[in-house]
Protein backbone atom coordinates (compact mmCIF):
# COMPACT_ATOMS: atom_id res chain seq x y z
CA UNK A 1 0.00 0.00 0.00
CA UNK A 2 1.38 3.80 -0.84
CA UNK A 3 1.45 5.71 2.33
CA UNK A 4 3.18 9.02 3.24
CA UNK A 5 3.80 9.38 6.92
CA UNK A 6 4.82 13.09 8.18
CA UNK A 7 5.90 14.18 11.14
CA UNK A 8 8.31 16.94 13.24
CA UNK A 9 5.11 19.13 13.46
CA UNK A 10 4.92 21.16 16.88
CA UNK A 11 4.51 23.96 18.30
CA UNK A 12 7.19 27.14 18.05
CA UNK A 13 7.68 31.03 19.04
CA UNK A 14 7.88 33.49 15.69
CA UNK A 15 11.60 33.65 14.79
CA UNK A 16 12.15 29.43 15.51
CA UNK A 17 12.80 26.48 13.26
CA UNK A 18 11.12 23.11 12.59
CA UNK A 19 12.40 19.84 10.17
CA UNK A 20 9.09 18.28 8.90
CA UNK A 21 9.67 14.67 7.46
CA UNK A 22 7.86 12.20 5.37
CA UNK A 23 8.34 8.73 5.33
CA UNK A 24 7.12 7.09 2.16
CA UNK A 25 6.68 3.52 1.48
CA UNK A 26 4.75 1.51 -1.01
CA UNK A 27 6.43 2.59 -4.37
CA UNK A 28 10.45 3.02 -5.77
CA UNK A 29 10.70 6.59 -4.25
CA UNK A 30 13.35 8.11 -6.34
CA UNK A 31 10.79 7.84 -9.59
CA UNK A 32 8.47 10.29 -7.85
CA UNK A 33 8.86 14.34 -7.54
CA UNK A 34 7.77 14.96 -3.67
CA UNK A 35 5.79 18.39 -2.38
CA UNK A 36 4.39 20.02 0.58
CA UNK A 37 1.19 21.50 0.79
CA UNK A 38 -0.34 24.01 3.43
CA UNK A 39 -3.77 24.39 4.94
CA UNK A 40 -4.16 26.95 6.98
CA UNK A 41 -6.98 26.79 9.81
CA UNK A 42 -10.40 26.89 7.78
CA UNK A 43 -8.31 27.84 4.71
CA UNK A 44 -7.44 26.46 1.23
CA UNK A 45 -4.55 24.98 -0.20
CA UNK A 46 -1.25 26.77 -0.92
CA UNK A 47 1.45 24.82 -2.82
CA UNK A 48 5.10 25.42 -0.44
CA UNK A 49 7.74 23.49 -1.97
CA UNK A 50 8.63 20.53 -3.89
CA UNK A 51 11.64 18.45 -4.99
CA UNK A 52 12.29 16.55 -7.76
CA UNK A 53 13.31 12.43 -8.00
CA UNK A 54 16.59 12.61 -8.15
CA UNK A 55 16.60 15.49 -5.58
CA UNK A 56 18.19 17.98 -7.95
CA UNK A 57 15.48 20.29 -8.80
CA UNK A 58 13.84 22.09 -5.84
CA UNK A 59 11.12 25.05 -6.41
CA UNK A 60 9.76 27.04 -3.58
CA UNK A 61 6.79 29.44 -2.74
CA UNK A 62 7.46 33.05 -2.78
CA UNK A 63 5.91 33.20 0.81
CA UNK A 64 8.46 30.60 1.75
CA UNK A 65 11.92 31.12 -0.30
CA UNK A 66 14.71 31.96 1.01
CA UNK A 67 13.20 30.62 5.09
CA UNK A 68 12.24 26.47 3.92
CA UNK A 69 14.53 24.39 2.38
CA UNK A 70 13.16 21.33 1.09
CA UNK A 71 15.61 18.03 0.27
CA UNK A 72 15.41 14.18 -0.17
CA UNK A 73 17.26 11.00 0.48
CA UNK A 74 16.26 8.46 -1.75
CA UNK A 75 18.28 5.80 0.61
CA UNK A 76 15.86 6.06 3.38
CA UNK A 77 12.69 6.99 1.26
CA UNK A 78 12.06 10.42 3.28
CA UNK A 79 11.24 14.12 2.22
CA UNK A 80 12.62 16.85 4.60
CA UNK A 81 10.96 20.59 4.64
CA UNK A 82 13.08 22.69 7.29
CA UNK A 83 11.49 25.63 8.03
CA UNK A 84 12.95 28.64 9.03
CA UNK A 85 12.26 31.88 10.34
CA UNK A 86 9.10 30.97 10.80
CA UNK A 87 6.16 33.35 11.02
CA UNK A 88 2.64 33.33 12.85
CA UNK A 89 1.32 32.83 9.02
CA UNK A 90 2.89 29.81 8.66
CA UNK A 91 0.45 28.12 11.08
CA UNK A 92 -0.99 25.22 8.83
CA UNK A 93 -1.34 21.64 8.30
CA UNK A 94 1.65 20.73 6.22
CA UNK A 95 0.74 17.57 3.48
CA UNK A 96 3.47 15.58 2.02
CA UNK A 97 2.29 14.90 -1.29
CA UNK A 98 3.41 12.52 -3.83
CA UNK A 99 3.77 14.11 -7.71
CA UNK A 100 2.49 11.24 -10.70
CA UNK A 101 5.93 12.26 -12.29
CA UNK A 102 9.43 12.49 -11.37
CA UNK A 103 9.61 16.29 -12.10
CA UNK A 104 7.74 19.16 -10.35
CA UNK A 105 5.98 20.17 -13.44
CA UNK A 106 3.44 19.29 -15.74
CA UNK A 107 1.91 16.79 -13.21
CA UNK A 108 -0.65 16.02 -10.42
CA UNK A 109 -0.59 15.31 -7.08
CA UNK A 110 -2.06 11.44 -6.61
CA UNK A 111 -1.18 10.39 -3.22
CA UNK A 112 -1.28 12.76 0.20
CA UNK A 113 -0.45 12.21 3.89
CA UNK A 114 -2.34 12.98 7.07
CA UNK A 115 -0.38 16.32 7.83
CA UNK A 116 1.29 17.45 10.12
CA UNK A 117 0.30 20.51 12.17
CA UNK A 118 2.62 23.63 12.35
CA UNK A 119 1.74 26.26 15.09
CA UNK A 120 3.73 29.55 15.67
CA UNK A 121 2.83 31.49 18.08
CA UNK A 122 4.72 33.93 21.06
CA UNK B 1 1.26 33.11 -10.04
CA UNK B 2 -1.37 31.51 -12.42
CA UNK B 3 -4.97 32.92 -10.38
CA UNK B 4 -7.40 29.91 -10.16
CA UNK B 5 -10.92 31.55 -9.66
CA UNK B 6 -13.60 29.08 -8.90
CA UNK B 7 -17.69 29.48 -8.56
CA UNK B 8 -19.55 28.72 -6.56
CA UNK B 9 -18.39 28.94 -3.49
CA UNK B 10 -21.40 27.09 -1.83
CA UNK B 11 -23.63 24.60 -3.54
CA UNK B 12 -26.42 23.04 -1.91
CA UNK B 13 -27.65 20.20 -3.82
CA UNK B 14 -30.40 17.62 -3.51
CA UNK B 15 -29.23 13.75 -3.72
CA UNK B 16 -29.58 12.59 -7.36
CA UNK B 17 -29.35 15.95 -8.41
CA UNK B 18 -26.68 17.08 -11.41
CA UNK B 19 -24.16 20.13 -9.65
CA UNK B 20 -21.28 21.96 -11.90
CA UNK B 21 -18.36 23.88 -10.56
CA UNK B 22 -16.17 26.31 -12.56
CA UNK B 23 -12.67 27.33 -12.40
CA UNK B 24 -11.44 30.14 -14.40
CA UNK B 25 -7.45 30.55 -14.78
CA UNK B 26 -5.30 33.75 -15.63
CA UNK B 27 -3.54 32.17 -17.87
CA UNK B 28 -4.41 29.07 -20.21
CA UNK B 29 -3.45 26.00 -19.34
CA UNK B 30 -2.42 24.86 -22.52
CA UNK B 31 1.10 23.79 -22.88
CA UNK B 32 2.50 23.69 -26.41
CA UNK B 33 2.67 19.86 -25.90
CA UNK B 34 -1.07 19.33 -26.13
CA UNK B 35 -1.93 18.93 -22.55
CA UNK B 36 -3.93 21.27 -20.50
CA UNK B 37 -2.33 20.78 -16.43
CA UNK B 38 -5.97 21.20 -14.94
CA UNK B 39 -7.15 18.92 -12.01
CA UNK B 40 -10.07 18.69 -9.41
CA UNK B 41 -9.37 17.38 -6.31
CA UNK B 42 -12.13 16.50 -2.95
CA UNK B 43 -11.36 17.30 0.29
CA UNK B 44 -13.63 15.18 2.54
CA UNK B 45 -14.36 16.50 5.98
CA UNK B 46 -11.32 15.98 8.21
CA UNK B 47 -9.66 14.06 5.45
CA UNK B 48 -6.90 15.23 2.98
CA UNK B 49 -7.45 16.39 -0.38
CA UNK B 50 -7.86 13.35 -2.94
CA UNK B 51 -7.54 13.21 -6.67
CA UNK B 52 -10.64 13.33 -8.82
CA UNK B 53 -9.99 14.42 -11.94
CA UNK B 54 -6.44 15.11 -13.88
CA UNK B 55 -5.73 16.38 -16.99
CA UNK B 56 -9.10 18.57 -17.58
CA UNK B 57 -11.16 15.30 -18.13
CA UNK B 58 -9.68 12.35 -17.09
CA UNK B 59 -10.97 10.73 -14.49
CA UNK B 60 -8.18 9.38 -11.27
CA UNK B 61 -8.26 5.20 -10.48
CA UNK B 62 -11.54 4.42 -8.80
CA UNK B 63 -13.15 7.60 -9.05
CA UNK B 64 -17.21 6.71 -9.87
CA UNK B 65 -18.07 8.02 -13.46
CA UNK B 66 -20.76 10.09 -11.81
CA UNK B 67 -17.70 12.58 -11.71
CA UNK B 68 -16.57 14.29 -15.26
CA UNK B 69 -14.47 17.53 -16.40
CA UNK B 70 -14.67 19.57 -19.40
CA UNK B 71 -12.88 23.00 -20.42
CA UNK B 72 -10.06 24.50 -22.52
CA UNK B 73 -7.55 27.04 -22.27
CA UNK B 74 -8.29 29.51 -19.23
CA UNK B 75 -12.29 27.86 -18.34
CA UNK B 76 -13.03 24.85 -16.84
CA UNK B 77 -16.00 22.93 -15.17
CA UNK B 78 -16.26 20.06 -12.98
CA UNK B 79 -19.73 17.70 -13.20
CA UNK B 80 -21.51 15.58 -10.66
CA UNK B 81 -24.22 14.24 -12.57
CA UNK B 82 -26.48 12.74 -9.39
CA UNK B 83 -24.50 13.84 -6.18
CA UNK B 84 -24.41 11.11 -3.47
CA UNK B 85 -24.24 11.71 -0.03
CA UNK B 86 -20.33 10.84 0.09
CA UNK B 87 -19.60 13.26 -2.22
CA UNK B 88 -20.07 16.75 0.60
CA UNK B 89 -16.65 18.45 1.07
CA UNK B 90 -14.52 21.16 -0.68
CA UNK B 91 -13.95 20.76 -4.10
CA UNK B 92 -10.36 22.60 -5.90
CA UNK B 93 -8.78 23.14 -9.24
CA UNK B 94 -5.35 23.23 -9.42
CA UNK B 95 -3.05 23.69 -12.06
CA UNK B 96 0.28 23.18 -12.36
CA UNK B 97 1.72 24.08 -15.91
CA UNK B 98 3.76 26.58 -13.49
CA UNK B 99 4.16 26.41 -9.61
CA UNK B 100 1.38 24.91 -9.13
CA UNK B 101 -2.08 27.00 -7.65
CA UNK B 102 -5.14 25.62 -6.50
CA UNK B 103 -8.54 27.36 -6.47
CA UNK B 104 -10.15 29.04 -3.56
CA UNK B 105 -12.25 25.89 -3.18
CA UNK B 106 -16.15 24.57 -3.43
CA UNK B 107 -18.26 23.41 -0.71
CA UNK B 108 -21.06 21.25 -1.69
CA UNK B 109 -23.22 19.89 1.10
CA UNK B 110 -26.35 18.18 0.68
CA UNK B 111 -29.67 19.55 1.20
Known amino acids: EVQLLESGGGFVQPGGSLRLSCAAS????????MTWVRQAPGKGLEWVSCVSGSGVSTFYADAVKGRFTISRDNSKNTVYLQMNSLRVEDTALYYC???????????????WGQGTTVTVSS | DIVMTQSPLTLSVTPGQAASISCKSSQSLLHSNGKTFLYWYLQKPGQPPQLLIY???NRFSGVPDRFSGSGSGTDFTLRISRVEAEDVGIYYCMQSISNPTFGGGTTVEIK
Open chain 2, 55 to 57: EVS
Open chain 1, 26 to 33: GFTFSLYA
Open chain 1, 97 to 111: VRYSGTNCYYSDMDV
